[in-house]
T-cell receptor, first 116, second 112 residues
Framework: DTAVSQTPKYLVTQMGNDKSIKCEQNLGHDTMYWYKQDSKKFLKIMFSYNNKELIINETVPNRFSPKSPDKAHLNLHINSLELGDSAVYFC???????????????FGEGSWLTVV | DQQVKQNSPSLSVQEGRISILNCDYTNSMFDYFLWYKKYPAEGPTFLISISSIKDKNEDGRFTVFLNKSAKHLSLHIVPSQPGDSAVYFCAAVGGATNKLIFGTGTLLAVQP
């Protein structure tokens, strides 16, 4: 069983389109995240939800909107896609919030988004 | 401002020898450090961690050393195996932001 699963794994789409990436975790964790790995390989947090409540919202364009229908799911919707949005997007989860010693974050396999 | 740095983008080691991956950080408020391993087309997987109250943590072939005064940590893999070939990310958390900050990774190639 995959602990953190996200779909689709690969997505090629045209500029201006709207797309969503779905994520589900079956670990019973309270906190979920979206990370972005850009072309320079930097892995940076975008959003974090704890029990469906948004707790981290980094400086990302408001074209990116996370949605958490329940604590096991955190979806990422992207409007009006741009070329610079091409990246790998990782969903992740942890038992508790970031910053707590001993709190390990578990990642999904990633979604490779290419905007053409 | 890159608070966690892995200055070696790649490292090549012979099978059976020791692999040493290095990581430097700038934020003295970091109090928990983690190493993640990433294979191509997969997500990072947790490998080992250490809190700032310790200077060493060992788990099988993997040992992490923390030198707080130098703001430096290292991951030792002994003996190295071809299956260890992957990208290794150092990460740190702590301080006001409480966000996990990742380094840019080091690609380890273990030659048979």
């Amino acid at each position: 069983d995959t602990a953190v699963s996200q779909t689709p794994k690969y997505l090629v789409t045209q500029m201006g389109n709207d797309k969503s990436i779905k994520c589900e975790q079956n670990l019973g964790h309270d906190t979920m995240y979206w990370y972005k790995q850009d072309s320079k390989k930097f892995l940076k947090i975008m959003f974090s939800y704890n029990n469906k409540e948004l707790i981290i919202n980094e400086t990302v364009p408001n074209r990116f909107s996370p949605k958490s229908p329940d604590k096991a799911h955190l979806n990422l919707h992207i409007n009006s896609l741009e070329l610079g949005d091409s990246a790998v997007y990782f969903c992740a989860s942890s038992q508790r919030r970031q910053g707590i010693v001993g709190n390990t974050i578990y990642f999904g396999e990633g979604s490779w988004l290419t905007v053409v | 401002d890159q608070q966690v740095k892995q200055n070696s983008p790649s490292l090549s080691v012979q099978e059976g020898r020791i692999s040493i991956l290095n990581c430097d950080y700038t934020n003295s408020m970091f109090d928990y450090f983690l190493w993640y391993k990433k294979y191509p087309a997969e997500g990072p997987t947790f490998l080992i961690s250490i809190s700032s109250i310790k200077d060493k943590n060992e788990d099988g072939r993997f040992t992490v050393f923390l030198n707080k005064s130098a703001k430096h940590l290292s991951l030792h893999i002994v003996p190295s195996q071809p299956g260890d070939s992957a990208v290794y990310f150092c990460a740190a958390v702590g301080g006001a932001t409480n966000k996990l900050i990742f380094g840019t990774g080091t690609l380890l190639a273990v030659q048979p």
